[in-house]
């Protein structure tokens, strides 16, 4: 469970406010008394947890975010060209709600409140003089502006840009708007998609994709507060489960401090972080403290990781190793650094960590075909399955301060292709995974990632040069004792 500030009249009242909700609103969203929320306003009494955890839930599922200073709504909005994307956050409080509506109605309408914005902009003149207008006046209070000016700056005059809601859930999307933009900022050329088409037609054609947001606050919920029951134990809450704790669908640790799960248990949130999650996070430790991954806790939430003959950080500069035992090579410069045993491991439950969070975010109808999987994922049955192994490689990817999951669910009711492929990216560090036990498989999955079909639906991980294939299997607990080798950079 996440140890989180305690939410106060004020927060309730401000949320409110941003939201333009009376107390009659509130209530019947988060299905408690009026009162309820009344008598917390005016102080008489704090709501009982069950009521406190509603309340926070239904204002954070509005857009508005909690600070032990405060509330405020965010705006997200994913500025996309040619040669750029990335996504623009506005954060505001009830007192700069006005100055958000001056940026917003630059790409279109605010009437009564309401934005309308277009997603298809040009970078005209007069955009990039309204910008300018923008940062002069509002730049004190909305500093991501510059960055929108920026983004709009560097386009030229007449350029086409996408302003979305959201970052492109999945690959066919993606693809969707890039063809767009070519078509409208190259309306002479005959657009050449066949290249793409070869490249993903097949995987199109056979598999849907999903990614969910990591970016901003989302949670995944099937059912109602009051008809609650976990996707994994199938209790429910009128069966007397639980639902108090905060579930991340990825953890914390890794990033995640955005996608949530509603319907997750606090029973199995419990055994998930104390039995499978730790292994996963050890499993990624290195590359955690690599990449100044922030989670919660001390060193702002970046991982301190002790060994036995040393330990390594990240300072929110730079990553730092300090150990007992290296070791320089004069002839080729390379340093070697022993760091001895480190946080404890099982492997079976790093393969289980990873389709957790693949059945933490998967539609709720797929889960009737994956009945066993859960067995295996939440209790540990079926442990005589040999899992197949998990791809790994290091590739080019855009920084992101979260993992990521990207869920590829086969089409066809029966193939040899895997039902469920799970690619989960902390980084540049890539792991490819096939979801076991699934009633839509006919076969154990083994060597399913060097399967000629496969190779031929997934033909985008060909442009990865070297993958590793990591045996998952073994259930006994090891320790990992990382060896570093620090290699000059090529001139």
Same mark, same amino acid.
Not at 249 to 271: H, Q, R, S, V, W
Not at 375 to 404: C, F, I, T
Not at 470 to 476: K, M
């Given at each position: 469970?996440?140890?989180?500030?305690?939410?106060?009249?004020? #927060?309730?009242?401000?949320?409110?406010?941003?939201?333009?909700?009376?107390?009659?609103?509130?209530?019947?969203?988060?299905?408690?008394?009026?009162?309820?929320?009344?008598?917390?306003?005016?102080?008489?009494?704090?709501?009982?947890?069950?009521?406190?955890?509603?309340?926070? =839930?239904?204002?954070?599922?509005?857009?508005?975010?909690?600070?032990?200073?405060?509330?405020?709504?965010?705006?997200?909005?994913?500025?996309?060209?040619?040669?750029?994307?990335? =996504?623009?956050?506005?954060?505001?409080?009830?007192?700069?709600?006005?100055?958000?509506?001056?940026?917003?109605?630059?790409?279109?309408?605010?009437?009564?409140?309401?934005?309308?914005?277009?997603?298809?902009?040009?970078?005209?003149?007069?955009?990039?003089?309204?910008?300018?207008?923008?940062?002069?006046?509002?730049?004190?209070?909305?500093?991501?502006?510059?960055?929108?000016?920026?983004?709009?700056?560097?386009?030229?005059?007449?350029?086409?840009?996408?302003?979305?809601?959201?970052?492109?859930?999945?690959?066919?999307?993606?693809?969707?708007?890039?063809?767009?933009?070519?078509?409208?900022?190259?309306?002479?050329?005959?657009?050449?998609?066949?290249?793409?088409?070869?490249?993903?037609?097949?995987?199109?054609?056979?598999?849907?994709?999903?990614?969910?947001?990591?970016?901003?606050?989302?949670?995944?919920?099937?059912?109602?507060?009051?008809?609650?029951?976990?996707?994994?134990?199938?209790?429910?809450?009128?069966?007397?489960?639980?639902?108090?704790?905060?579930? #991340?669908?990825?953890?914390?640790?890794?990033?995640?401090?955005?996608?949530?799960?509603?319907?997750?248990?606090?029973?199995?949130?419990?055994?998930?972080?104390?039995?499978?999650?730790?292994?996963?996070?050890?499993?990624?430790?290195?590359?955690?403290?690599?990449?100044?991954?922030?989670?919660?806790?001390?060193?702002?939430?970046?991982?301190?990781?002790?060994?036995?003959?040393?330990?390594?950080?990240?300072?929110?500069?730079?990553?730092?190793?300090?150990?007992?035992?290296?070791?320089?090579?004069?002839?080729?410069?390379?340093?070697?650094?022993?760091?001895?045993?480190?946080s404890p491991i099982v492997l079976a439950d790093v393969y289980r960590a990873l389709v957790k969070i693949v059945l933490a975010v998967i539609d709720e109808e797929e889960l009737e075909h994956l009945?066993?999987?859960?067995?295996?994922?939440?209790?540990?049955?079926?442990?005589?399955?040999?899992?197949?192994?998990?791809?790994?490689?290091?590739?080019?990817?855009?920084?992101?301060?979260?993992?990521?999951?990207?869920?590829?669910?086969?089409?066809?009711?029966?193939?040899?292709l895997p039902h469920i492929i799970g690619e989960f990216r902390l980084g540049p560090y890539l792991y490819v995974f096939a979801v076991p036990l699934s009633d839509r498989d006919s076969w154990d999955?083994?060597?399913?990632?060097?399967?000629?079909?496969?190779?031929?639906?997934?033909?985008?991980?060909?442009?990865?040069?070297?993958?590793?294939?990591?045996?998952?299997?073994?259930?006994?607990?090891?320790?990992?004792?990382?060896?570093?080798?620090?290699?000059?950079?090529?001139?």
């Open positions: 469970m996440d140890v989180e500030f305690e939410l106060t009249a004020e #927060h309730v009242r401000s949320g409110r406010a941003l939201l333009q909700w009376s107390q009659g609103d509130l209530a019947n969203n988060a299905e408690v008394a009026v009162s309820t929320i009344a008598d917390f306003e005016k102080g008489l009494r704090v709501p009982i947890a069950n009521n406190l955890t509603a309340i926070r =839930e239904v204002l954070e599922e509005g857009g508005v975010r909690f600070t032990p200073g405060g509330s405020f709504l965010s705006v997200a909005l994913f500025l996309m060209s040619e040669g750029n994307s990335g =996504e623009l956050v506005l954060q505001f409080t009830d007192k700069g709600a006005a100055a958000v509506q001056d940026v917003l109605s630059v790409f279109g309408e605010v009437v009564e409140g309401a934005v309308s914005i277009a997603a298809v902009q040009a970078a005209t003149p007069a955009l990039k003089k309204a910008l300018d207008d923008l940062v002069a006046t509002h730049a004190s209070t909305t500093p991501p502006i510059h960055r929108l000016k920026k983004f709009v700056s560097v386009l030229i005059d007449g350029e086409h840009f996408l302003v979305l809601p959201g970052r492109p859930a999945s690959t066919t999307e993606k693809l969707a708007c890039e063809e767009l933009l070519h078509r409208l900022n190259h309306p002479d050329e005959t657009v050449d998609t066949d290249g793409v088409r070869a490249l993903f037609g097949s995987l199109l054609n056979r598999y849907d994709m999903s990614s969910p947001r990591t970016d901003r606050h989302t949670v995944i919920r099937s059912r109602t507060r009051s008809e609650r029951q976990c996707r994994f134990c199938g209790m429910s809450k009128l069966e007397g489960a639980t639902f108090d704790k905060a579930a #991340h669908a990825i953890p914390t640790a890794l990033g995640n401090d955005f996608l949530k799960l509603a319907d997750e248990c606090d029973e199995c949130n419990g055994y998930f972080g104390e039995v499978t999650e730790p292994s996963l996070i050890a499993f990624l430790d290195l590359q955690r403290a690599f990449l100044g991954i922030q989670g919660r806790g001390k060193n702002e939430g970046r991982p301190e990781l002790n060994f036995a003959e040393g330990k390594i950080f990240h300072d929110g500069k730079r990553f730092n190793i300090h150990s007992k035992h290296m070791s320089h090579d004069a002839g080729t410069d390379i340093i070697s650094v022993g760091l001895g045993k480190g009945s066993r999987t859960i067995e295996w994922m939440r209790y540990g049955k079926h442990a005589d399955q040999v899992l197949p192994a998990v791809a790994a490689a290091v590739v080019e990817l855009p920084p992101n301060p979260s993992a990521q999951i990207i869920v590829y669910r086969r089409k066809a009711e029966r193939s040899r999955l083994n060597g399913f990632f060097d399967d000629p079909e496969f190779r031929e639906t997934f033909k985008h991980y060909a442009s990865v040069t070297r993958w590793t294939q990591q045996d998952l299997n073994s259930r006994n607990k090891a320790w990992l004792s990382p060896q570093i080798k620090l290699v000059p950079r090529s001139k």
